[in-house]
């Protein structure tokens, strides 16, 4: 195992804040649901709700919700029914593939299939893999793009302290043959950090390989060119693309996707039921049997046209001020640590293919992350993540095998959230808890907590219960 890279950003690395930050980093670049939410403290009050965990789900585009509202009284069943409702809903469904198609500069005849999430995408491309050839992933996925691999045979790859480095590890994988999958993160979901998807490509490429793509972090926050980078096969979810309602895509190559086997089998999937055989459809029908999820295919072709209509420039520099603000605050303080994986990594630019999107992972010292996420939250009215972010490997790696803190922001956040979790952590360290805590369910709560929840929501003690995989046994 390579040692752990555990390195604060140097000047070089990440720019001096301004003075006097940019006024467009004081106001969000879009409106999304809640971002006006009230929180109640446990310490008594309430404020404004920090959402600083865009990574696990990004809240929805007041687009998107607006014109959820506006295609819901349409909401039918698709495909099969002569209705006028069923007919326009239809319409909906099949088209929010071209949109998706475009969204990610898809080829003209690249597959898009409707599934649940990323997870699903990939489990579904891992039942369409040719027999011959391995699966070969770097130990830094997310296990979305480690799972699915390990039924078949597969090879994987030990991150090494530089991207460059990694690189010529992985092209001596490559070089040994008998790969036909690489499978990659576009953006790492515990740090951010962009791999040179390009690169990767033709690497693969000049191998005989394809390329897998896990773009669950990198499509709420670049542009994506499935075709101008070489892009085989590429995965991504609607509930962090500011869409609700639990869907995902996979975008690819048909060849593969029309000989393996459907992924679901059942109506819709079919050209053909005889009592004891079975002609299978072609195309996205072959792996969508059963009713689609209709709204949640509308809704994430809505959010890919508003995020396709950002100005491209603006939005990069919101997000790498807010992350360039962020990170220098968080290593003013003493003791604090910001991880990375790579030590060359350009954290200081905001173009689209190199740098970090909105994600940041630090540690407290003396403070299981755990409880200074509950801190975080009962006391100011903060939420991000804590935990191993379902990358055991990469936490490993990091030499944090029982977890860290995840702050992610997106579209709606502001300079205000980075101020308030800035100085929420440095109160912690230097003036510690106010309240008492104690582990219920798996996670760590005051022991007194009066908040309420809405009146419409269960209050059931063990519902905010962690993970399985929260503690590394």
């Not at 190559?253 to 005889?274: F, K, S």
């Not at 209709?294 to 072709?301: E, F, Q, R, Y």
């Not at 508003?306 to 220098?328: F, M, N, P, Y």
Request: aromatic share 6%; net charge negative; charged share 20%.
């Amino acid at each position: 195992m390579s040692t752990p890279v555990v390195v604060p950003p140097s000047p070089a690395q990440t720019p001096k804040a301004p003075d006097a930050p940019a006024p467009e980093l004081r106001r969000p670049l879009a409106d999304v649901i809640g971002g006006e939410l009230v929180a109640p403290l446990a310490t008594g009050g309430e404020t404004r709700y920090v959402n600083l965990d865009y990574a696990a789900s990004a809240p929805a585009l007041a687009e998107v919700a607006a014109y959820l509202n506006e295609v819901l009284p349409y909401y039918a069943s698709v495909h099969r029914g002569a209705g006028y409702a069923s007919q326009v809903s239809t319409s909906l469904y099949e088209n929010a593939r071209g949109i998706v198609r475009d969204f990610v500069g898809a080829r003209a005849d690249d597959e898009v299939i409707f599934t649940r999430n990323t997870t699903d995408s990939l489990n579904l491309l891992a039942g369409c893999l040719p027999a011959s050839g391995d699966v070969l992933y770097l130990d830094i996925e997310h296990h979305a793009n480690l799972l699915p691999w390990q039924s078949r045979p597969h090879r994987s790859v030990v991150a090494a302290r530089t991207l460059s480095e990694t690189l010529e590890r992985v092209r001596a994988w490559l070089k040994a043959g008998e790969i036909s999958l690489l499978a990659v993160t576009g953006a790492s979901n515990i740090t951010g950090e962009i791999l040179p998807i390009a690169e990767l490509s033709a690497l693969a490429h000049e191998h005989g390989a394809r390329i897998a793509v896990d773009a669950a972090q990198l499509a709420p926050h670049r542009r994506i060119d499935v075709a101008g980078t070489g892009i085989d096969y590429l995965a991504f979810s609607g509930h962090k693309l500011y869409a609700p309602f639990g869907a995902g895509v996979l975008v690819g190559r048909r060849d593969w996707l029309d000989d393996g086997r459907p992924y679901l089998a059942g109506g819709g999937a079919v050209r053909e039921v005889r009592l004891d055989s079975v002609a299978w459809a072609d195309g996205p029908a072959r792996h969508e049997a059963g009713s689609p999820n209709v709204l949640g295919a509308a809704t994430l072709a809505k959010a890919a046209e508003v995020l396709g209509g950002i100005d491209e420039s603006a939005w990069h520099a919101h997000e790498q001020g807010l992350r360039t603000a962020l990170v220098r605050g968080l290593s003013e303080i003493d003791g604090v640590t910001v991880h990375r994986l790579f030590e060359d990594s350009d954290l200081g630019t905001s173009k689209a293919s190199r740098g970090a999107v909105g994600i940041v992972n630090f540690s407290v010292p003396g403070h299981d992350a755990g409880l200074a996420a509950a801190y975080l939250s009962a006391e100011h009215g903060i939420g991000l993540r804590d935990g191993r972010f379902c990358a055991h490997p990469a936490l490993r790696r990091l030499g944090l095998p029982s977890g860290s803190l995840r702050a992610s922001f997106g579209l709606g956040s502001r300079l205000e959230d980075v101020e308030r979790l800035v100085d929420a952590v440095r109160e912690l360290v230097e003036r510690g808890l106010r309240l008492d805590y104690a582990v219920d369910a798996g996670r760590w709560v005051p022991s007194h907590d009066s908040r309420p929840f809405p009146a419409w929501a269960p209050n059931t003690p063990g519902t905010a219960g962690a993970a399985p995989c929260s503690v590394d046994e």
